[in-house]
Nanobody
């Protein structure tokens, strides 16, 4: 499966942004999908994930309550809705596909990555 992420850009602190990730090939509706990010000078970190049906979602503590993951299986697309963004959300964001359960998703369990999209939050 190939993943194409888009939607990054420059945004002011407190504003919102939506990232998209569209899959081609494979069976999108059977995969858990997730988002990771890599902040400057940091390792790639888990942001959140969603199960194949979209009914179960999980988030890391830094983004819980501000970010929402959704998916549209008819469009082979997963979204990351980023609300009330903060300076520390500045990072390259990667979408990811995982054949396992979303609550156990880590960088080691992911089998496909998108190319990354830069999000820069300014004050």
């Amino acid at each position: 499966v190939q993943l194409q992420a888009s939607g990054g850009g420059l945004v002011l602190a407190g504003e919102s942004l939506r990232l998209s990730c569209t899959a081609s090939g494979g069976t999108f509706e059977s995969y858990s999908m997730g988002w990771f990010r890599q902040r400057p000078g940091k390792e790639r970190e888990y942001v959140g994930s969603v199960n194949p049906s979209g009914g179960s979602r999980y988030y890391s503590q830094p983004v819980k309550g501000r970010f929402t993951i959704s998916r549209d299986n008819a469009k082979n697309t997963v979204y990351l809705h980023m609300n009330n963004v903060r300076l520390e959300d500045t990072a390259v964001y990667y979408c990811a596909a995982d054949a396992g359960a979303p609550m156990w998703m880590t960088a080691a369990t992911v089998f496909a990555w998108g190319q990354g999209t830069q999000v820069t939050v300014s004050s």
